[in-house]
């Protein structure tokens, strides 16, 4: 069952080195290459998406499903147990959460990127003209 989260850990690291990549000052020769490399790349990489969400759901079903260990019947190690899984449905949410909110940004700051250039080239033909 851990595979699946390693998985997403690599895809967060990832997209958060491709996040600082983007954001990172350069030249606009690099930053283009950078830009237009990245956007290809987002597409295939859409793919992940629909997999945290399938995650995202089994982490709910889970939780609906999970026997409660909160009476007196339950032992010292049962309680401890329920809150380790506890804190890793929790982590595993922030880590399908993160995939979502980065891959947006990234999304989001090509769209800029792209957008900055075309209005570039528009004030560049005015100017021409």
Request: overall charge positive; charged content about 20%; hydrophobic content about 50%.
């Amino acid at each position: 069952m851990g595979l699946q989260w390693m998985l997403l850990t690599c895809v967060v690291g990832a997209e958060a080195a491709v996040a600082a990549l983007v954001t990172l000052p350069a030249p606009r020769a690099v930053r283009a290459q950078i830009v237009g490399l990245t956007s290809m790349l987002l597409q295939p990489l859409a793919g992940v998406l629909p997999f945290a969400a399938f995650q995202l759901l089994d982490i709910y079903w889970k939780n609906e499903h999970r026997l409660i260990c909160t009476g007196e019947m339950c032992t010292s190690e049962e309680r401890v147990r329920f809150e380790k899984s506890i804190f890793k449905s929790q982590r595993n949410v922030i880590l399908c959460v993160s995939v979502f909110i980065l891959y947006w940004s990234i999304y989001r700051i090509c769209k800029f990127n792209k957008d900055i250039k075309a209005l570039e080239e528009v004030e560049k033909r005015i100017k021409e003209e």
